[in-house]
């Protein structure tokens, strides 16, 4: 989305109640299935209230999705649409994004945060704009988090399939990895992670536009993340898991529950070793260890 100065920005967003189990799921899958992508849906919590939002450059696409949640009648759910005025536009993740706990070890920090959230001995991930999907408060980004922590030390390189918002790299470099590739397939998403790479002051990734399913390398990582949806997950499942070294790792996230069996069945024919399983209320993800057996794939 292009955030020129005289760009129109409207703000679609369902509120509800932070503590009704399941609500941000509900809605998310609201948004979803009125037409969005789960990329472009944010979520915040802000004093017991949870809001999940989407923005529109044109006003008649943000009005035709209202319609249809509108439809919908959600129970105790508030919808609303406006236009943000461009300072409102640029000040309003600044607003709902706050700081909190992404694994046992590292914080996600706003930026505008910087100066103000400093805990001790946590570490801090600086997050300088939510405009790609990976803030972390995502249950798929939360899980590959703690799937990488938990395997610190055993990874000198690492890649991130589907940057997203770059989170997953900055993770990685803060449990161990020497070497980071992230690619995106989306340009606007690589110059968001490019971003939130400087707030972090890391320059040590190999940022690239990139279709995980052509892209050319002669390397194999230590640890391969794929947060991607799942019938991409099976469709380039091969090519993703040529990616990982043999004896090495591979985590895939976005695995949506309804759909993993699915994707545990296509991965079952791959020499892969099942570490760990995460699994909540919709979502699902994977750490698996690559055989050491020599296979063609
Ligand atoms: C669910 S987001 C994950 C973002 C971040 N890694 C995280 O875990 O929060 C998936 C990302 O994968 C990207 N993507 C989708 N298909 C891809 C492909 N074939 N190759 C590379 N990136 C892809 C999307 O543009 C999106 O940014």
């Known amino acids: ?13 369902l509120v509800g109640d932070a503590d009704r189990p399941g609500l941000p799921e509900i809605m998310r899958g609201v948004l979803v299935n009125a037409g969005l992508q789960e990329k ?9 209230r949870i809001s999940v939002s989407s923005y529109f450059n044109v006003k008649r696409n943000a009005q035709k999705i209202e319609a ?33 706990r992404l694994t046992r070890r590292i914080d996600v920090v706003p930026t505008a ?27 798929t980004t939360s899980f590959m988090a703690k799937l990488i922590e938990e395997t610190a030390g055993k990874f000198k390189n690492f890649l991130d399939v589907g940057t997203g918002s770059g989170i997953l790299s ?25 971003e939130n790479f400087k707030a972090n002051a890391y320059s040590s990734a190999q940022l690239k536009v990139a279709d995980v399913g052509v892209w050319k390398t002669n390397q194999q990582f230590d640890f391969v993340a794929a947060n991607l949806i799942s019938d991409d997950l099976i469709r380039l499942k091969k090519k993703i898991f040529s990616l990982v070294k043999p004896g090495q790792y591979l985590a ?9 069996s699915k994707v545990k069945k296509a991965f079952a024919a791959l020499p892969l070793r099942c570490v760990q399983i995460r699994q909540g209320s ?8 690559r055989t050491q057996r020599k296979t063609r794939t």
């Open 252 to 260: 895939l996230s976005g695995i949506s529950l309804e759909n993993f």
């Open 1 to 13: 989305m292009s955030l020129g100065k005289k760009t129109n920005i409207y703000e679609l967003v």
């Open 170 to 194: 900055l993770v990685a470099a803060f449990n161990g990895a020497e070497a980071v590739w992230a690619i995106d397939i989306d340009k606007s998403c690589v110059e968001v992670a490019q």
């Open 40 to 48: 472009d849906v944010i979520e915040s919590r802000i004093d017991g």
């Open 68 to 100: 249809k949640i509108r439809a919908g009648r959600l129970n105790k759910v508030a919808v609303r649409l406006r236009r943000l005025e461009s300072r409102d536009w640029q000040n309003k993740w600044k607003e709902d994004f706050r700081p909190f």
């Open 113 to 139: 945060y910087r100066h103000s959230y400093r805990p001790k001995g946590r570490k801090k991930i600086y997050i300088d704009t939510v405009l790609a999907f990976g803030t972390g408060l995502h249950e």
């Open 282 to 289: 919709r979502w699902a993800a994977v750490l698996y260890q």
